[in-house]
């Protein structure tokens, strides 16, 4: 089946760092990528939508010069939180759409917990 | 926006017992979508419905599309230790998957 990667999947950092989170489809090409956060015992929220090649559609209410991302191959999407603060404390989690097959289907990736100290 | 609700928010049943999650969106779903995250996990997807009235069975777990296409439901027979974890309904419209506020599941040996 389908595999996603992310790394790293677990970032423990400082206030004020930029923290980089990168997701990769492995074994097929992702014409979308997703990137999700997701509190604990709560839904997942969608923060945007990126296609290669192309700027990402950010959901409203996401700042998209906090939240950098970088979908740069078909197999390839990063996430930059820049100057994180503790309230960014979150797991993120990408998931890739395949362009060919089933398209509908979304395959997510094991998630990258994030603790800003 | 789009919202999308699943009661109930959490259910603790005995193996062996049968159990259903319902989800509501506040729009008309081009399809909907169910997964499962087991606890400390991401999503897995389990299954896409996309017709009207659909009704998809997978060994002891069965899911329905709404008539309205506005609402779903999971319903798993004789639940199993192995069946513990969040089950997330996800709709999609406009484009977009918008995930339900999820089911959590216990199930107690």
Excluded at chain 1, 80 to 93: K, L, M, R, W
């Amino acid at each position: 089946g389908a595999v996603v990667s992310q790394h790293p999947s677990r970032v423990i950092c400082k206030s004020g760092t930029s923290v980089k989170i990168e997701c990769r489809s492995l074994d097929f090409q992702a014409t979308t990528m997703f990137w999700y956060r997701q509190f604990p015992k709560q839904s997942l929220m969608l923060m945007a939508t990126s296609n290669e090649g192309s700027k990402a559609t950010y959901e409203q209410g996401v700042e998209k010069d906090k939240f950098l991302i970088n979908h740069a191959s078909l197999t390839l999407s990063t996430l930059t939180v820049t100057s994180a603060h503790p309230e960014d404390s979150s797991f993120y989690i990408c998931s890739a759409k395949p362009g060919t097959g089933h398209p509908e289907t979304q395959y997510f990736g094991p998630g990258t917990r994030l603790l800003v100290l | 926006g789009q919202q999308v609700m699943q009661i109930p928010q959490y259910q603790h049943v005995q193996e062996g017992e049968d159990f259903t999650t319902y989800c509501n969106s506040s729009t008309t779903l081009s399809n909907i979508q169910w997964y499962k995250q087991r606890p400390g996990g991401h999503p897995v997807f389990l299954i896409q419905l996309v017709k009207s009235g659909e009704v998809k069975k997978q060994k002891r777990l069965t899911f329905q599309f709404g008539e309205a296409k506005k609402n779903s439901s999971l319903h798993i027979t004789a639940t199993q230790t192995t069946d513990v974890g969040t089950y997330f309904c996800a709709g999609r419209s406009f484009q977009k998957l918008v995930f339900g506020t999820g089911t959590r599941l216990l199930v107690s040996p």
